[in-house]
């Protein structure tokens, strides 16, 4: 920033200020995460009691054995694990080919297409007729009701359309001397080069398909086919049998684990998100303002 | 593949009998402008077709995918005034006219759903609009890099967590023994069961927003603040201008289209308030202050079975989205010039 060598003293003051702000703020982003996790590792009357704040009370490892010793925890959990892997794959080949296409700004109809797709941000369907279109097409109780219909995030497609178009059009021209047709330059130029805006769809896709429980509890009525957040979301709407099961495996009451086992849970099912975010975050940055510029 | 597409590309050679050298791909021709375009014009579909049907076929399935689960669905909206049956015609069987739009106006609950809906969708413009353009500001002033960095990081990391994480995170802070009730019985006061409290929910839903989307929305900001001209400040600072003027006068205005974007993008989704999150945070107890439009429909529609009546309450709430989103667009176009589209 442009502030120049005389920095006033009330500037310093509230550079102080503005730094103590932004340490507590930061305290705040990241207190709920530090107390579910200090609670996994805590026991369960602690937790219970109230005592379990930042860091754990009567540390034990028991309430992570009693999750993985779950067996309806461990398909919930590889069922979001397939979900996420299946899910992003679709969505990366249906949203790249599309935004390939349509960066060409010469093509015929393109502007049709953009239009098509952009429509869809501003209106859609609704609940009811989608859940009729996803009965009737017989996806009810299978993955592919989770995995299909988000497919295509306009949004996400909006951004990879506008990388492609603001990459230098000399090398696709190079390309095209040397004999390569549309496909060829996809694959071996446009496709190499583009490995920031990868990353960051990935990123967003998979993200939001592991998060993801509505389209789940919406489509899903067998308990062996949920991910791990709707299984998640039953246990702290009380309705899962997880919750009894762990009790009846401790011999304490069920409201006692219970808080317990979802602390656990909570933290096995961020772990994963956390991990990546970090390698992919300096991607995400340049991706997100990308398709902002130009919409 | 490359074989297929030069036989494609001698054909376009025959028809159109370019200049000497290679044809270029039509697609490619963007830089030529538009003295190029009357030429490119003439030729028919059939024509484009045979040169750029690789990419057609690339957008084939993508274009039918939204068809199909874009626009199946927006017809299927046609169930609002016609009765559906079970196990029938996604578009329903026979004709009822405004039967259940009349339904639904004249359906006390449904106003009342329909002004929690107001009320929340505005708090939350009102708090988590503003807000991220404060958090920008601020860290804009920080110049230890790695500081400014770390505080990103962790302002995003709230984005990147499911709603059921959240709103089981916000049950535990908020159950009677967490930690929010420690703080008020620790400065004497009484603990209050906030989950169970009608007056409490829009003050929860909307702190949790607050926490989720503070940092996240700090990125776009921050990046219309690296394009702000640095002599515009050495300016203001000649002409006498403070830091607080220099970011009124200067800072302010200079993002202000990204402001009037993020704004036109907030007031469409206006009523689209979390439906996921209310839906998991309410219940009966807070029915009276958390039922919106679409949880109202969901259980309409999906808990009761009543398809067309709750497609009729969709649709009405989608038409009044897409009208807002229109005219604050014109609105901003008109006023400030800059615009979505």
């Known amino acids: ?295 | 593949m490359s074989a297929a597409h030069a036989a494609g590309d001698a054909l376009a050679t025959t028809v159109q009998a370019p200049p000497a050298g290679t044809v270029p791909l039509a697609a490619d021709r963007e830089d030529t402008g538009k003295k190029a375009r009357p030429p490119v014009r003439k030729i028919g579909w059939r024509h484009t077709l045979r040169r750029d049907w690789v990419l057609y076929a690339m957008a084939l399935v993508p274009v039918l995918f939204l068809l199909l689960f874009r626009y199946v669905p927006m017809f299927g909206n046609i169930i609002a005034f016609r009765r559906f049956r079970p196990g029938g015609s996604i578009f329903g069987d026979e004709w009822v006219g405004m039967r259940y739009v009349e339904l639904f106006l004249n359906d006390p609950n449904f106003w009342n759903v329909f002004a929690n809906t107001v009320i929340l969708g505005g708090l939350t413009l009102l708090f988590c609009f503003p807000l991220p353009i404060v958090l920008a500001l601020l860290l804009n002033e920080v110049r230890v890099r790695t500081f400014k960095r770390v505080v990103q990081s962790i302002s995003y990391l709230p984005h990147f967590l499911s709603v059921v994480i959240v709103v089981g995170m916000l049950m535990q802070l908020l159950s009677l023994q967490g930690t929010v009730n420690q703080i008020i019985e620790a400065v004497g006061g009484e603990a209050i069961p906030f989950l169970q409290r009608a007056e409490w929910f829009r003050t929860v839903y909307v702190g949790s927003e607050i926490w989720q989307t503070v940092g996240w929305g700090t990125i776009l900001y921050l990046a219309a603040l690296t394009t702000v001209d640095a002599s515009l400040y050495e300016a203001a600072r000649i002409d006498g201008a403070n830091r607080w003027r220099q970011t009124w006068h200067v800072t302010l205005p200079g993002i202000r289209p990204t402001m009037v974007t993020l704004l036109i993008l907030n007031i469409g989704l206006f009523l689209n308030v979390g439906f996921e999150k209310v839906l998991l945070l309410y219940n009966p107890l807070t029915y009276e202050t958390a039922d919106v439009v679409s949880t109202y429909l969901y259980r309409v529609g999906l808990v009761s079975n009543n398809f067309s009546y709750a497609t009729a309450i969709g649709l009405f709430q989608a038409i009044i989205g897409l009208v807002m989103i229109l005219t604050a667009n014109f609105l901003s176009r008109r006023v400030v010039g800059a615009s979505l589209w």
């Open chain 1, 1 to 295: 920033m442009s502030v120049g060598p005389r920095d006033s003293k009330s500037y310093k003051t509230f550079t102080w200020f503005n730094g103590t702000f932004l340490v507590l703020l930061c305290g705040f982003m990241l207190y709920p995460f530090v107390t579910v996790l200090a609670q996994s590792f805590s026991s369960a009357g602690a937790v219970k009691a109230g005592m379990v704040n930042v860091w754990p009370v009567g540390f034990n490892l028991t309430t992570y054995q009693v999750v993985i010793a779950n067996d309806l925890f461990w398909s919930s959990y590889r069922n979001t694990v397939v979900y996420t892997l299946v899910g992003t794959t679709i969505a990366m080949v249906l949203t790249t080919l599309l935004a390939y296409v349509l960066a060409r700004r010469a093509l015929r109809g393109r502007n049709v297409l953009i239009g098509i797709a952009v429509f869809t941000m501003f209106f859609n369907g609704g609940l009811i007729p989608n859940y009729v279109l996803i009965q009737t097409l017989g996806l009810k109780n299978t993955m592919w009701a989770v995995v299909l219909p988000g497919a295509i995030s306009v949004f996400n497609l909006l951004v990879m359309k506008s990388f492609f178009e603001n990459m230098p059009s000399e090398l696709e021209e190079a390309a095209q001397i040397d004999g390569l047709g549309w496909w060829g330059i996809f694959r071996r130029i446009v496709m190499p080069l583009s490995k920031a805006v990868i990353a960051t769809m990935i990123l967003f896709y998979s993200v939001a398909i592991w998060n993801d429980w509505f389209a789940a509890f919406l489509y899903l009525d067998k308990q062996e086919l949920f991910p791990v957040t709707l299984y998640l979301r039953n246990m702290i709407a009380g309705a899962s049998s997880t919750a009894s099961q762990g009790a009846a495996a401790s011999g304490s009451s069920t409201s006692e684990i219970a808080a317990n086992i979802q602390a656990v849970t909570m933290v096995l099912t961020i772990i994963p998100v956390l991990c990546i975010y970090p390698f992919v975050q300096r991607y995400f940055v340049s991706g997100i303002m990308l398709g902002s510029v130009k919409g």
